[in-house]
């Protein structure tokens, strides 16, 4: 350690990652990503994914249906766990930035995943969906691979994939145990334990304009999504994600992707037919198969989920790599790189417009509106978002969101506008 580090960073030193460190490209595959997360949330918020078959069939303009099924095949499942790649490869590449600067990088790690821990409690407690209270805990257990090399990283992550695969096996061979639990969980009080009619007058909290009635359904549901959370083994599917984005960040596949271009594209190609065979496969089987209880088709599918869904999110990710490439395919991207720039505030300024729009706290229009219109109204939204995300970066270094935590992570007020003298890194 130099006499610099052991007598205290400067605020230099010290300071996020600069303008200069940024990649370009994870920034748009995190634009992709959010994209992605919000037209998933969209049927979420406006209630369609709740309602019965007569009255989606009654709200259908004559796409739902076929909307539903490209919604299975490319989008359940494939973004959060690009998101969750692009967190490893964010850990890896923040670590690399404190071992150039001569910062202990850990305990600033696990500051940065506390105010992570706060705003997602804070989150979590207005939209069940919400995935910052996974990260910042999840996060944590990142620290002990941070000295790794990239394919003992690799291992363990398709270890963590593995499990997931392996989890259905474990929750059909103790279906009993899981009933009894998934009975408490779920029982409405007066003795009812099915699990869509606990669902069901849960919803009805989230058309009052009742805040206290509407945050007391919302921590109702988080109860049930917490459940399917771990029924599911979705836990391993983003510790799988995080262990294997901070083995690309540890590569630095960002920087060298044109080097091995044609090996991106064989696998793009390679991961793209598995992924999409089986997610088809997946969409086909999901509307046949109960998620619960636990049953052998339902085991066969969590197999096929732990090895289709990686692929195709990993396919998609090396195909927008590919495309960043070109001139042209940068100029169709670049709208993308804003919003995933400040990705914190994008994410839950989505969440701020599903409960105004469609909440009953709001403008009330949950349970009426198709996915078709709901799907377009995500693409309007999120067309604003990067408009509004890149008019405020010609401005300001961070979104301020991501300003506030990084306050918070460092210690200190940095500096906000652009230009303005003492800028960390600079």
Known sequence: MTARAASGETAHAIGPVTDAERA???DVLRGF??????????????????????????????SDACLQFLRDVFVRGKFYSLFSLLFGA???LQQASAERRGVAFAARFRRRQLGLLAMGVLHSALWHGDILLTYALLGLLLIPFAHSDPGRLLRWALACFALRGAWGVATFALAGSIASIGDSAVGDGAGGTDVMGSVGSIMSGYYSADW?????????FLRVKWLLVLYEGRLFSIAGFFLLGVALGKWRLHESAMAHRRKLLRFAWAASVVGLMGNVALALTWPVVPTY?????????????????????????????????????????????????????????????????FYGVGLGLRGTVSLANGLALAMVVFAMQAVLARAWLRFYRFGPVEWGWRCFTYGRLLPLARGTSGEPGR
Request: aromatic fraction near 8%; charge should be neutral; glycine fraction near 12%.
């Open 24 to 26: 370009e490209i994870l």
């Open 33 to 62: 990503a959010l994209l992605g997360i919000w037209i998933a949330h969209v049927p979420g918020f406006s209630g369609w994914d709740y309602l019965g078959p007569a009255e989606q069939i009654a709200l259908d303009p004559g």
């Open 90 to 92: 964010g850990f890896a």
């Open 212 to 220: 206290t009635e509407m945050l007391l359904a919302n921590a109702r």
């Open 293 to 357: 209880p636990p049953t052998p088709m339902g085991v066969i599918t969590n197999l096929v989920y732990a090895i289709a869904v990686p692929s195709l999110a990993l396919g998609m990710a090396a195909t927008i790599a590919l495309v960043w490439m070109r001139g042209w395919g940068r100029r169709i991207l670049a709208p993308l790189g804003p919003p995933g720039r400040m990705a914190l505030t994008t994410y839950l300024s989505q969440t701020a417009i599903g409960v105004g729009v």
